[in-house]
């Protein structure tokens, strides 16, 4: 299934759980505006190649619009429609003043030299500028893009809006980065997944993990959780996957992975096909790459008791039917991987006061604000009996709905 056709359906069923008005579900699904741009670039041997780049905004009841910007070669319109709604729901849920957005070029960066890629950033940033803004649309990285990629958009906008750090999110801590926001989303699932075994009276020690995805979410993930004394048997990325039963020492992957630019080859594992992973014998499995990658083909075979979404959209609704029935508990993306995003929030607030938070206060802030979201989204699955996932959309549509409505959109 189509990863907007997925995401429309949870809204539905939301809507639905809510009894929203048709018209207003109507109108909470159009996005605000969807910008297509065509990036030409010289590549370094002379030669002019062309991606194409996408900005969806989805929504901005709430506050001006927030999400990130993928460079990947799946990234494609339905994708980044589905994910910029994604992001409407999940400032909603972390209850943080945004609304939704995303935004990605289709290309593979690991075939383009670093001029290339900032070159095509700053063509992608020139074609978007007059679009975006402090109080408007406020872009950060995602898959394929980092602190480098968001300084070179802050350097392109500055160009023509004067300089203004706030403009886009994960930045280099030099130029108005915020403490603690490189390991926030990862940090982020480590809060969620304690929130969560805590309601089952377990902990992170002592579980084994699984974890699909080694960049920025999926090795801090790893760090914080090896720390925590949580065993993780078995972890891949686009290199190849590796496995120790006995769990993987993390420290010396993470070396392994800035040596190797990637899993293969670890030498204190052995190396696994990467398809069977999400099958693999666990307690927690962690997707924290690509969507999509759990549905009804794999869903019976998964041995994990829980799920946590750090990726987004990771699980099809027809996986979600059969994992249920399994009694398989699923922690959703838009509250799971929110960690990013609200420390985000938190850097937006430092540059437009002007002052830096110090690391522990970003930290002490981001529990306080994944503790609080995991307890609002339990209050509706009592509410709507519903699960998880359904807690969550209801939640974060809700809010939504209520400041739509309040600020009148029938005129
Ligand atoms: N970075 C954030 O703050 C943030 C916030 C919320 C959600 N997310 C989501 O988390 C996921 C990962 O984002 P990231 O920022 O860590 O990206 P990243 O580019 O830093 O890392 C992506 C990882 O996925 C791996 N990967 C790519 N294709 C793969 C494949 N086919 N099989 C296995 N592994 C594969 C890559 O090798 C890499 O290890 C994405 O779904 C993203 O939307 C990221």
Same mark, same amino acid.
């Given at each position: ?89 999940? @400032? ?100 969620? @997944? ?120 990771? @699980? ?11 009694? %398989? ?32 206060? %970003? ?7 994944? @503790? ?32 739509? %409505? ?6």
């Amino acid at each position: 299934m189509n990863a907007l056709v997925a995401t429309n359906r949870n809204f539905k069923l939301a809507a639905r759980l809510l009894g929203l008005d048709s018209k207003l579900e109507k109108s909470l699904l159009i996005p605000f505006r969807e910008i297509k741009v065509e990036c030409t670039i010289p590549k370094d041997d002379g030669t002019l190649a062309s991606f194409v780049g996408f900005r969806v905004q989805h929504d901005n009841a709430r506050g001006p619009m927030k999400g990130g910007i993928r460079y990947h070669p799946e990234v494609e319109h339905n994708e980044v429609n589905a994910l910029a709604q994604l992001m409407t729901w999940k @400032t909603a849920v972390a209850n943080i003043p945004y609304g939704g957005a995303k935004g990605g070029i289709g290309c593979d960066p690991r075939d383009l030299s670093i001029s290339e890629l900032e070159r095509l950033t700053r063509v992608f940033t020139q074609k978007i500028h007059d679009l975006i803004g402090i109080h408007a649309d406020v872009p950060a990285p995602d898959m394929g893009t980092g602190p480098q990629t968001m300084a070179w958009m802050l350097d392109e906008y500055s160009k023509f809006h004067g300089y203004s750090p706030a403009v886009v999110t994960g930045k280099p801590i030099d130029l108005g980065g915020s403490l603690g926001r490189d390991a926030a989303t990862g940090r982020g699932v480590l809060f969620a @997944t304690e929130a969560l075994l805590n309601e089952h009276g377990k902990a992170i020690s002592g579980q084994k993990f699984v974890i699909q995805g080694f960049g920025n979410v999926g090795s801090w993930a790893a760090r914080l959780i090896h720390e925590k004394g949580g065993k993780i048997v078995a972890v891949s990325d686009i290199t190849g996957a590796i496995k120790n039963s006995k769990g993987i020492d993390i420290p010396r992957l993470l070396n392994h992975v800035k040596e190797n630019k990637g899993v293969k080859g670890f030498e204190g594992a052995d190396s696994l096909d990467p398809e069977s992973i999400l099958v693999e014998d666990c307690d927690i499995l962690i997707p924290a790459a690509l969507g999509g990658i759990i549905n009804r083909e794999n869903a019976n075979e998964i041995k994990a008791k829980f799920i946590i979404e750090a990726a987004n959209h990771p @699980t099809d609704p027809e996986a979600d039917e059969i994992l249920s029935k399994k009694g %398989v508990i699923i922690l959703p993306d838009i509250y799971a991987n929110s960690g990013g995003v609200t420390v985000s929030y938190f850097e937006w607030v430092q540059n437009i006061q002007g002052f830096l938070w110090d690391e522990e206060k %970003v930290n002490n802030e981001l529990k306080t604000y994944m @503790t609080k979201a995991f307890k609002d989204v339990k209050k509706m699955c009592q509410v709507h009996n519903c699960d998880l996932r359904m807690g969550a959309f209801t939640l974060g549509v809700n809010r939504v709905a209520r400041a739509t %409505v309040m600020r009148g959109w029938e005129a």
